[in-house]
């Protein structure tokens, strides 16, 4: 992807978000569309955020979120961001997210919030590693059931992640953290969702008990490794040992 013939703009009319649907059909593989052009023409008639990626002037990626409060802040909550298969690992998603936060920024709102699914290792990566976002709640089947092929057959766990629109601006870690202990995801839980459900649904409890619980109790989350691990601080309990995470059906720490 060229970063010179990549455009993101706000897009205004109903005729302009019109494509965004068929973006996000075809990066969610969903019959029932995951949005209309009603709310999206509403959301940015409203003061929220509706853009597009455009390479040489065809749509490859889209995004909206609608204004929120984070922590008695205002906020941008990004409710969905999707990049076409053929674009993605190009940057785009990351040319994206940037223009969220300097449009936030420049309607004054503080943060931008959104959510993923912890056991999907790409995202976790991107989100905590790429972006530096702050890791703040764990939610449990938060959207309850999904039906794209993307997210069918599973609840919907979520973290909730939050990402100052000043990157001069950190979030404080704990003054005082225990051991770091690390929680494992699978190599790629789509794959699995499809092929072994049981397993699926193993590591779905597993990663809630391992993260959501500690998370709940206090604990941080302050980095992703490579190998695919949540590494969390606070939790008060010794490092997980290496592989204590593997689950024997469909996937591997």
Do not use: C
Not at 2 to 30: D, H, K, Y
Not at 72 to 84: D, K, P, R
Not at 128 to 145: K, M, N
Request: glycine share 10%; aromatic share 8%.
């Amino acid at each position: 992807m060229n970063a010179e013939t990549l455009e993101i703009r706000l897009l205004e009319t109903a005729e302009q978000m019109a494509p965004i649907v068929t973006v996000f059909q075809q990066v969610w593989g969903s019959v029932i569309p995951v949005v209309g052009v009603e709310l999206l023409r509403a959301i940015g008639h409203a003061g929220g955020y509706v853009a597009g990626a455009f390479e040489s002037g065809h749509i490859v990626g889209a995004s909206f979120g609608f204004l929120a409060r984070f922590e008695g802040e205002q906020a941008l909550h990004s409710h969905v961001t999707g990049v076409l298969p053929g674009v993605q690992h190009s940057g785009v998603g990351r040319a994206m997210k940037n223009h969220q936060r300097s449009w936030a920024a420049e309607q004054g709102l503080t943060w931008v919030t959104w959510t993923f699914d912890p056991l999907v290792r790409r995202n976790a990566w991107f989100n905590i590693e790429v972006l530096r976002a702050h890791v703040a709640d764990y939610l449990v089947d938060f959207y309850g059931p999904m039906t794209d092929s993307v997210n069918a057959h599973d609840e919907s766990d979520r973290l909730l992640v939050a990402w100052p629109t000043d990157p001069t601006v950190t979030v404080a870690e704990p003054a005082h953290v225990p051991q770091a202990i690390e929680v494992s995801t699978p190599d790629d839980i789509v794959v699995i969702r499809r092929t072994d459900p049981d397993a699926a649904r193993e590591w779905r409890l597993r990663v809630r008990e391992e993260l959501g619980e500690r998370i709940h109790r206090g604990a941080a989350v302050t980095g992703f490794t490579r190998a695919g691990a949540y590494i969390v601080y606070g939790a008060g309990e010794a490092a997980i040992k290496q592989g204590e995470a593997s689950i024997d059906k469909g996937g591997q720490a």
